[in-house]
């Protein structure tokens, strides 16, 4: 399926990821995108693009997913609904009970509208924290679930869980995106649960070494939120349904080895200071196969680590 002339709905689209679907859907030619997000953590700010480029397609509807009326309206006469909206990890820790009712009844909420809407595919952020710590490298989407031990990767799990359901219910065509660390322009610079970049980025630009928490040895597979849009606009073009996908770039890289990439892209030099490690999850390790998405939705990660920080910087650079 081609998006040329698609309406299109992106729950969570003023946030990170979501606001770069948005773009890469107006690239790809829909005539009309409807963004539901209760500006928890997104912002207007980042569709500031998509409203400059095209005003007439674009419209913010400031809502909650809990509300079923509502995501029924909006859903109403779409083609395609990207699902983005969720509570990061740490939150779902801090506050279960809202995670449940975002992250579940939500999510339910969403996949319902789709069905009696009849779109014609549903999009869904699915995570790597339903691997928890994997047993085997690269991890393969057939890896079980069960050593995931976090709140937030349950719910995530149960939502795939949900959309097959669906799948078999109601031929509701889905796909999930397992996406392994997320970062780039528009990561949220100033909430409560900011992102290590950001903090690393503060200390560099005062003239401080980057802060490490533990030993610095925890690696995580980072992808650019650019790469992660244009998976989500492959997995609605595709033609395959009812699948995960991991959306990696199939690379270790260790926390320690971050900040010196991070230290070489900001001009620093400074030894790497460490701290005592702090964290509501405990894998240590990540490195996905991401063979699957390549083969069925013909993509690849097009942005190595060291662009992606450097983007990531002179976005957060023109932020201050
Ligand atoms: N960033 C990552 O590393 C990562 C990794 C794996 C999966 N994901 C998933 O990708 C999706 C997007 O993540 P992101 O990094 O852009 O996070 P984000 O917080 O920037 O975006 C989520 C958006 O959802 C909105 N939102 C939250 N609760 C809502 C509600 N009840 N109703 C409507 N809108 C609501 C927020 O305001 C925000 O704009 C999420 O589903 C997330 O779980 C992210």
């Known amino acids: ?107 339910f909420n969403v996949i319902e509208a789709a069905v009696e809407a009849g779109v014609a595919k ?23 679930p069960y050593h995931n031990d976090t709140f937030y990767g349950a719910a995530k799990a149960f939502n795939e869980g949900m959309l097959r359901s669906f799948k078999a219910m109601h031929d509701l065509d889905y796909i999930a995106l397992r996406y392994f660390n997320v970062y780039g322009p528009r990561m949220d610079a100033h909430g409560k649960y900011t992102e290590v970049l950001i903090r690393w980025m503060e200390r560099i630009e ?22 992660i849009a244009r998976a989500n606009v492959l997995a609605a073009r595709a033609d395959v349904t009812d699948q995960v996908y991991n959306i990696a770039t199939a690379t270790e890289t260790s926390l320690l080895e971050l900040a010196e990439a991070l230290q070489k892209v900001m001009g620093s030099t400074a030894e790497l200071e460490f701290g005592p490690a702090r964290s509501v999850n405990s894998v240590t390790r990540r490195l996905a196969d991401i063979g ?14 060291e662009d992606g920080l450097a983007s990531l910087v002179s976005w957060w650079r023109a932020q201050r």
């Open 122 to 144: 549903v999009v869904a952020s699915s995570s790597a924290s339903i691997y928890g710590l994997a047993d085997s490298f690269p991890t393969t989407e057939s890896h079980h």
């Open 206 to 227: 005062a003239g401080e070494p980057p802060l490490v928490l533990g030993d610095g040895l925890q690696t995580m597979d980072f992808v650019h939120v650019e790469d």
């Open 1 to 107: 399926m081609e998006l040329t002339d698609t309406r299109i709905l992106v729950t969570g689209g003023a946030g990170t990821i979501g606001s770069h679907v948005v773009d890469q859907v107006l690239d790809a030619g829909a005539s009309q995108v409807v963004v539901v997000d209760d500006l928890s953590r997104g912002t207007l700010a980042n569709l500031g693009t998509a409203f400059e480029r095209a005003p007439e397609k674009i419209e913010l509807v400031e809502g909650d997913i809990r509300d079923a009326e509502l995501m029924h309206k909006l859903t109403a006469g779409k083609d395609v609904v990207f699902h983005l909206a969720a509570l990061r990890i740490t939150q779902c820790a801090a506050e279960p009970r809202t995670a449940l009712e975002v992250l579940v009844d939500g999510t």
């Open 292 to 305: 699957a998405a390549e083969r069925d939705l013909g993509w690849t990660p097009s942005i190595t680590l």
